[in-house]
């Protein structure tokens, strides 16, 4: 078995060796083997006597935690396991807090320790009262417009008729009469004046220009900013295709803008409020959103892609976007972005963890004839992704038929627009086909 989130292998042991145990117990715990390399290969300890006996001193004492110790033997061949349960409490080694990733141990320091230390207390950044917020920095306007969203959602009760002290107790964004910093960041005048960073900068770049072509800032709180942006997107910032059905024009946005509204959305609730500002960099081919923060321990983005049991950063923030119809359910917002790009035959967005934050990329329809011939594509190849488009997926025969050219020029030709990223080869044989990648 390899390394992985719950396992080390360590050839010897080294005091060094504590920060894994430490990560393993800020995580979901994990084993380290002392004595198998980093292959899993058994390669024995000398010393395992005199390590059963000091490590359980050793560990309790630095980090403050009771390891289970098993000693193992293997063709004459000695090696320990050291077992960790996840701590419900954080827990430090000479006052550093390390944490697991992956197969990988990392020291937590600035705002990921800052949460992490928040999260294990059970509170998040948005449960802390914000000692400067006073009542009147709560916008009016935009409680209304909650209120009104709400009543039409049917999730808060006779919400029309409830005060803005009211409405602020029921989505738990008080305590003790005073303001937490979520209350400022959905309903605040000016969540600026407390928190740095949290408006949302949208640029349109073109070519390969580093520099946007021209940009906006677009400030305010969540209630404000999750219509704002994405009208803003809407009117300056992207084109709409135009066609006729007889005498009916039809306009046919860029991107699909459930998606873009969700992916919005999903930006404005998850990010860290404690980093840098929501941005949104529109190209020529594609539409891409950045915000910063990781995802959550525990999960992963192929996890994201599916219905997965909700873990918002942001608990206070998401359950009041949740109660106002904002958002369906907890738990569905990417799925839902990806079925509605491929409803509107694009490309399935590429969503990752990228410079310490979380991104979405929404693509244009790439598969259209003028953006084919642009990349040089030949004609047979245009008409095949075309047909692809249109029915799904070719064979290779199927491209000879539509081409009439032989097998060889299908195979070729077929690979090239597979090498292109136009095209996912799947199968072989009969098998074989070929579908929108």
Sequence with gaps: MSENQ???????????????????????????????????????????????????????SKLGI?????????????????????????????????????STTKELVGNALTEFLLRK???????VIEEDAMFDDIDNDSIAVYLNDAERSGRIPDAKNL???ELLDKLNLTKNGRLKRAAIILFGKNPEKFYRHTYVKVGRFVGGEISPKFHEIIEGNIISL???????????????NISFEGVNRIETPEYPFPALREAILNALIHRDYMGNMTQ??????????????????GLTVEMLKQNHPSRPRNRLIADACLK???????????????????????????????????????????????????????ERQIKAVL???????????????????????????LGNLSDKDLLFHSGTGRGSNYTLK
């Excluded at 117990?25 to 010393?47: F, M, P, R, S, T």
Aim: aromatic content about 10%.
């Design 324 to 378: 106002g119809g904002y958002i369906e359910a907890w738990g569905t917002g990417i799925p839902k972005i990806i079925d509605t790009c491929k409803s509107a035959s694009l490309p399935e967005p590429e969503i990752c963890e990228a410079f310490g934050g979380f991104q979405i990329t929404i693509f244009k329809d790439r598969y259209n004839e003028a953006s084919l011939k642009k990349i040089g594509l030949n």
């Design 66 to 102: 009771f390891p289970e110790i098993n000693l193992n033997e293997q063709d004459g061949m000695h090696f320990l396991e050291i077992h960790i349960r996840p701590s419900s409490m954080a827990i430090s080694l000479s006052g550093r807090y390390y944490q697991r990733t992956g």
């Design 121 to 127: 207390s059970g509170m998040s950044w948005g449960d």
């Design 226 to 240: 999750q219509k704002r942006v994405f009208e803003i997107i809407e009117t300056k910032f992207i084109i709409k």
């Design 280 to 297: 949104i960099k529109i190209y020529d081919d594609r539409l891409q959103i950045w915000n910063d923060g990781s995802l959550v321990e």
């Design 163 to 165: 005060s803005v002290l």
């Design 387 to 413: 047909y692809v488009k249109e029915n799904g997926s070719i064979t290779n025969s199927e491209y000879q038929k539509l081409n009439d050219v032989g097998k060889t020029t299908a195979t070729e030709e």
């Design 6 to 60: 719950n396992i080390e292998y360590k050839e010897s042991w080294n005091d060094d060796h504590l920060k894994q145990l430490c990560s393993f117990a800020n995580a979901q715990g994990g084993v380290l083997y002392v004595g198998i390399n980093d292959k899993g290969e058994i390669v024995g300890i000398d010393n395992y006597k005199k390590l059963t006996d000091d490590l359980p001193n050793k560990i309790q």
